[in-house]
């Protein structure tokens, strides 16, 4: 199974960006890189997808190595509402089957 | 309301008595998931349904069942809970498109503790 690597925290001020970064050296061509947070007592929730292009939300750019073996969420202005830990996850297209595989997270703090 | 729904949101048990969390969704999506949290592992994925009578094991399936009986439904069923079983559960659903899954809702989760 293809995995990937997170650092463990991270920390960052309000009103500054932030660059989460994830390592997925193992990552296969059929395989889409998918981000999602977790706030304190919630379940997750989509950030942003992509497979070999940089992309663009509401939420967040997502900006992908030309090797496809790393990657790096970019949150462009945080605020403390983005405090949460974050999970860069491989979406395995194996026989068709969807399986997804998730990292450790980085739990991301903002400072006032 | 878009949304995932699971029940129970809490649930204390002992081991060896069979249970039934259940999930349900209102978006009409074809895949659903269950995941398992626990403190320093993340998320891992249990069973995932991409449609209708469609399921298939995640990374941690051991002791766990599904199934996917309708589009909306997906219970997973504890035949005989074990302490290792106590867990925060995550239920989720998303469209499969021709690029694959599609964004995931989540439910609220489930806590439940075996003893």
């Known amino acids: 199974d293809a995995k990937t690597t997170q650092p463990n925290s991270m920390e960052s001020n309000e009103e500054e960006p932030v660059h989460l970064p994830c390592n997925h050296s193992?990552?296969?061509?059929?395989?889409?890189i998918h981000w999602y947070r977790q706030l304190p007592s919630q379940g997750p929730e989509y950030v942003i997808h992509g497979l070999t292009s940089n992309v663009n939300n509401r939420m967040a750019s997502l900006a992908i190595a030309e090797d496809r073996k790393s990657s790096t969420l970019i949150l462009h202005r945080a605020t403390l509402r983005d405090a949460a830990v974050y999970y860069c996850i491989l979406r395995e297209n194996v026989q068709g089957a969807q399986k997804l595989v998730f990292g450790q997270g980085t739990r991301l703090t903002i400072n006032p | 309301e878009a949304q995932v729904t699971q029940n129970p949101r809490y649930l204390i048990t002992v081991t060896g008595k069979k249970l039934t969390v259940t999930c349900s969704q209102n978006m009409n999506h074809e895949y659903m998931s269950w995941y398992r949290q626990d403190p320093g592992l993340g998320l891992r994925q249990i069973y995932y349904s991409m449609n209708v009578e469609v399921t298939d094991k995640g990374d941690v399936p051991e002791g766990y069942k599904v199934s996917r009986k309708e589009k909306r439904n997906f219970p997973l069923i504890l035949e005989s809970p074990s302490p290792n079983q106590t867990s925060l559960y995550f239920c989720?659903?998303?469209?499969?498109?021709?690029?694959?899954?599609?964004?995931?809702?989540f439910g609220p989760g489930t806590r439940l503790t075996v003893l």
């Open positions: 989720a659903s998303s469209f499969l498109t021709s690029g694959g899954l599609n964004e995931q809702f």
């Open positions: 193992t990552i296969s061509g059929t395989d889409y």
